[in-house]
């Protein structure tokens, strides 16, 4: 990644500058759906840190005898998780010369989406780094993911496995590296397992295999996003997760801001764009990480 001043003669920008830069190619960004899976809230005015209270839930209730006084008394209790929103940006440096050369609004505005990819990309892994949290753990290094553990994860996520939280309220939703949904593909579509079948289930799975990579599709109900900033590690694994957008959560301290300050003297003008957020696991037990093989396959 080039860093420091843009400048008229930058090498990358110099052979472009008889031509619009909004013209040029922009590089590809993979998808980033991962704080949008996440439950948001803002930041009230006047406050620095947001805490999130749950209700804890109560002690079922008593078998009475008539006559006989109710003793035990049940109080009220919350579950609480502290967040606070720390700042994020990042800064473009234009010359004049260069945005004369490329007219203005042009290298702007592509200035402008490259910085938007870029702090939407640090949002995404922040949420993402908050999947290997999960207590739960299924699949494991070296092995490849399979529906089984999709329908076990949900199982495992509507079980009461929290006496605060209790099971995890429904739809689910999962994010997934983009080799764990091709195993996925694999175990739904290939002939030769019982999961494709000849009957009603190979139709379901030629469907799949025709209709799959639009963004999001449904295994035993769950919605599957590709998330695009899941890395691989060194033995060539990652780390997904299905979860209730409530296990985790995300605060927000006011929107974007864009600013532009000129220095006169040194001819540029400085492009920012800052935004501030912070995150945090509220209900461990409504979360499954999937920690898989990606090898790629081709």
């Known amino acids: 990644m080039a860093t ?12 472009t500058q008889q031509r619009l830069l909004a013209a040029a190619t922009i590089a590809f960004e993979p998808a980033a759906p991962d704080p949008s899976m996440v439950r948001q809230v803002s930041l009230p005015a006047g406050h620095y840190q947001g805490i999130v209270a749950t209700y804890a839930r109560l002690t079922q209730a008593s078998a009475l005898t008539e006559g006989v006084d109710l003793a035990q008394v049940q109080q009220l209790a919350t579950n609480t998780l502290t967040i606070t929103p720390s700042e994020h940006g990042i800064i473009v440096t234009i010359s004049k010369r260069a945005a004369r050369r490329q007219f203005d609004s042009d290298l702007v505005s592509t200035a402008g989406e490259q910085m938007g990819v870029a702090l939407r990309e640090r949002e995404a892994k922040d949420i993402i780094a908050l999947y290997d949290g999960f207590s739960k753990t299924i699949v494991g290094a070296g092995s490849a993911l399979d529906i089984t553990y999709m329908r076990g994860a949900v199982a495992y996520m509507i079980t009461d496995n929290d006496t605060d939280y209790g099971p995890a309220p429904m739809p689910v939703h999962a994010a997934f590296h983009a080799e764990q949904i091709s195993d996925i593909i694999l175990d739904l579509s290939d002939p030769g397992t019982t999961n494709a079948g000849t009957g009603r289930e190979g139709i379901v799975a030629n469907d799949l295999v025709k209709r799959w990579w639009r963004g999001s599709d449904r295994v035993y109900g769950i919605p599957i996003m590709h998330s695009g900033y899941i890395a691989r590690d060194s033995d060539d694994d990652s780390k997904g997760a299905i979860f209730h957008e409530n296990a985790l959560r995300e605060i927000e301290e006011g929107e974007v801001d864009v600013t532009e300050e000129g ?16 995150e945090g696991e509220r209900a461990d037990a409504h979360g499954v990480e999937i920690y898989s093989d990606t090898l790629a396959v081709v």
């Open 263 to 278: 220095d006169n003297s040194l001819r540029v003008i400085e492009h920012g764009m800052f935004k501030s957020w912070g």
């Open 4 to 15: 420091g001043l843009t400048l008229s003669t930058s090498s990358n920008l110099q052979t």
